[in-house]
Structure formats: C-alpha cells, structure tokens
C-alpha cells in the first residue's frame, strides 16, 4: 500500500507560481513513478505530469508544458511541481498519484492522494 499527501495548495493572482509538494510513503513506494492531476469543477481529470521512479524521466500534458516543472526529490520521499504563470484556467483541485508504468492517463494509476485546492484569482 502506497499513501500520498499533497500539500501547497492556496490562493494566488494571475502571473504568480505556486508549488505543491506530494510525500510519498508506504512498502515499494519508491518504486513507482508519480504523477500529478487536476480537476476543475464540472470537467473531467487532466493529467499534468508525470516522474519516472528511477531515471527522472518526465511526461507533460500540453497544456501545462513549459509553464509547470516536475521534480522529485528521493532523499526526502517528495515529489514537486513547480507552477509558473497561473491563470484563472488553472484553478482545480491538484492530485498525486502513484503508477508503476510512467503515464499521465488516470487510467494507469495504482494509488491517489485527496488532493489540494489550487485558486487562481483574476
């Protein structure tokens, strides 16, 4: 069993950058690689990004590329992501997740933190 808590969420204005934290724990979780989804109200899941467990390689959805960064850092069990230039856009509820094969369909994930509440205001 893997557990995930997110942490980072808040409020921030157009333009600002926020980062979340996602501490990852449980037998075999350093395993598995990690992704981050986000949910708006009334549209469906989007995966953001996702770590492979052992080379560092990354993944990003389109929309996010360029403007969100993944890293993860194994020493401290946490996987980080960085967001530059909100907008309104990117308010939701962000989420980790655990996967064994690297992936940003949600789909593919074995395990889920609750998420954290990320609002972008205008």
């Known amino acids: 069993q893997v557990q995930l808590v997110e942490s980072g969420g808040g409020l921030v204005q157009t333009g600002g950058s926020l980062e979340l934290s996602c501490v990852v724990s449980g037998d075999g979780s350093n395993y598995y690689s990690i992704a981050w989804f986000r949910q708006a109200p009334g549209k469906e899941r989007e995966g953001l990004a996702c770590?492979?467990?052992?080379?560092?390689?990354?993944i990003y959805g389109d929309s996010v590329r360029g403007r969100f960064t993944i890293s993860r850092d194994n020493a401290k069990n946490t996987v980080y992501l960085q967001m530059d230039n909100l907008t309104p856009e990117d308010t939701a509820t962000y989420s980790c997740?655990?996967?064994?094969?690297?992936?940003?369909?949600?789909?593919?994930?074995?395990?889920w933190g609750k998420g954290t509440l990320v609002t972008v205001s205008s």
């Open positions: 997740a655990a996967t064994i094969i690297p992936t940003i369909l949600r789909t593919g994930m074995d395990y």
């Open positions: 770590i492979d467990s052992s080379s560092g390689r990354t």
